[in-house]
């Protein structure tokens, strides 16, 4: 009886899942802490012993689940490794050959992948291509001199202001309130040299203008009492800039010790307002 017994176990040992059993028992592991140590569902090491693997496992993971087991046990893999199949076709315990199974291919999936991302490189160089053209293209600091010709072309209807003050010195006939009201808006900068008095002796300077004179480069800068930009420039040494305010008018000259200032023909000294080389200062009537 005895003999039968041993008969009939030996045969389970030659076996890969009978040789991990046996080494489990007699390590004295249940298979629930074997699976708990290994991170692995029990049910995967009752296959495993049994030598009946998993439709969804290949034989490497097969392989590489008993060898997990043997270090965990300290038994030494390579006896039970090699009864182990090593290939994708293995036999079945009925002697069928099992194809593994293995999740086909998405060819559809991995072509549209590449070509989304052949789209995008192709986007991407594209936009590089433009930015690097606009940088080209784009002129240099330096060459962006006409702005500053813009300004004064800006400020050009400011002289409009100093109307009043020219035809102050003139004799003109009342105008009723309805009239004036209706002929304000219609006032341009040309009728002003209409209104100018024929016999105006020369010597006499318009009110209300400043006058700077330049022996070394400077920059000035002219604000009206709202702080608006009358005009701003540079000036060279020789220039002379005749600029009609209507006062209170704020100034800043750079480099005022290369600057000459005359207020309605009246020369006007810088140095009481110049801090570090600069003067600002305020021309009231």
Not at 263 to 278: E, I, S
Request: glycine residues 4%; contains cysteine.
């Amino acid at each position: 009886m005895t003999e039968h017994t041993q008969a009939d176990k030996a045969p389970a040992a030659t076996t890969a899942g009978g040789l991990l059993k046996a080494a489990r028992q007699a390590a004295g592991v249940h298979l629930a802490v074997l699976s708990v140590n290994l991170k692995v569902p029990v049910r995967q090491l009752e296959s495993l012993e049994a030598d009946q693997y998993m439709a969804d496992q290949s034989p490497v993971f097969a392989r590489g689940l008993a060898a997990s087991v043997c270090r965990h046990l300290r038994v030494d893999s390579a006896p039970i490794l090699a009864l182990m199949p090593m290939s994708s076709n293995y036999l079945e315990s009925t002697g069928a050959v099992r194809q593994a199974l293995m999740a086909p291919a998405d060819l559809g999936s991995m072509r549209r992948s590449r070509l989304g991302a052949s789209r995008q490189t192709w986007w991407m160089a594209t936009g590089m291509l433009v930015l690097i053209a606009a940088l080209i293209w784009l002129p240099h600091p330096a060459h962006w001199a006409w702005l500053d010709a813009l300004r004064p072309a800006v400020s050009a209807p400011e002289p409009a202001a100093a109307a009043p003050a020219v035809a102050a010195g003139m004799v003109l006939e009342p105008v009723s309130p309805a009239s004036a009201a209706v002929g304000a808006p219609a006032q341009e900068p040309p009728p002003v040299a209409a209104l100018t008095p024929a016999n105006l002796p020369p010597a006499v300077a318009l009110p209300s203008e400043l006058v700077f004179s330049a022996q070394n480069t400077s920059w000035v800068e002219v604000r009206d009492a709202q702080k608006q930009l009358i005009w701003n420039g540079v000036l060279n040494a020789g220039d002379l800039k005749r600029l009609p305010v209507a006062f209170p008018v704020s100034v800043v000259v750079g480099r005022s010790d290369a600057v000459q200032l005359s207020v309605q023909g009246q020369p006007f000294d810088l140095k009481p307002h110049t801090q570090v080389n600069t003067a600002r200062f305020e021309v009231k009537p």
